[in-house]
């Protein structure tokens, strides 16, 4: 009984940090938490109701996943595994969260990354691991943009043409996560911005800094 109580604490305390306005201050008091208590604490706020605690807490497992690989790099592929399974049909979940966490960790480690990359790509291929689900492919495309961030060099022409034709998608977040995955890889240092894109005033919100801020697809192209 009493651990039972401990680990709904340990809930209570981890939620109450991700509501916290600073990144750098809630990712510190994170990092006072057990790593084998906070994995499964942050994975449940992958499922939280405000996207913004969705996307801190994927942030946080980024840095955990990065973390627990420079320590132990067999128990951070196992991590990686659990996103993964979170991801497969079979699991029964849907796997929100997870995509987002995946490029945090792996643009994070460069060990990790060297394993897991072509995975995490693959979410984007039709004939490969293809993520069907229309609010998922939104994640896929903001954890292959973090990834670009720091990896701009692994982008290939494969991946680059399957996050142009995203530019085109009825989803205005859609578009303005393939055009961060692509600004993150350089590609418009060569390539001319679209002009629906440059003519593309739909709000939206996007994580920055641990928060949200309201931009649009016009709005990202015109600061390039």
């Not at 600073?22 to 996207?51: C, N, R, T, W």
């Not at 420079?70 to 995509?99: C, F, V």
């Not at 055009?179 to 894109?197: G, T, V, W, Y």
């Amino acid at each position: 009984m009493a651990k039972k109580s401990y680990r709904r604490e340990t809930k209570k305390k981890v939620g109450e940090i991700l509501w916290m306005p600073h990144g750098y201050a809630a990712m510190d008091m994170l990092k006072q938490i057990p790593d084998k208590q906070l994995v499964g604490h942050l994975f449940s706020h992958f499922y939280h109701k405000d996207e913004l605690i969705k996307f801190r807490s994927a942030t946080a497992m980024g840095a955990l996943g990065a973390r627990v690989g420079k320590r132990n790099m067999e128990q951070a592929r196992i991590l990686l595994r659990r996103i993964m399974w979170n991801l497969n049909d079979e699991s029964g979940g849907i796997g929100w969260g997870s995509p987002e966490a995946m490029g945090e960790i792996l643009c994070q480690n460069p060990k990790l990354a060297l394993e897991f990359k072509s995975i995490l790509f693959s979410y984007l291929e039709p004939g490969g691991n293809f993520i069907e689900h229309e609010m998922l492919q939104r994640g896929v495309l903001w954890g292959v943009g973090t990834y670009l961030g720091s990896n701009p060099e692994d982008m290939n022409s494969e991946t680059q043409e399957l996050l142009s034709q995203h530019l085109l998608s009825q989803d205005a977040v859609k578009r303005v996560y393939a055009l961060r995955a692509l600004f993150n890889s350089k590609h418009f240092d060569n390539h001319p911005i679209p002009e629906n894109i440059m003519k593309d005033n739909q709000e939206v919100n996007i994580f920055k800094n641990w928060n949200f801020i309201t931009t649009s697809a016009s709005a990202m192209a015109q600061a390039l």
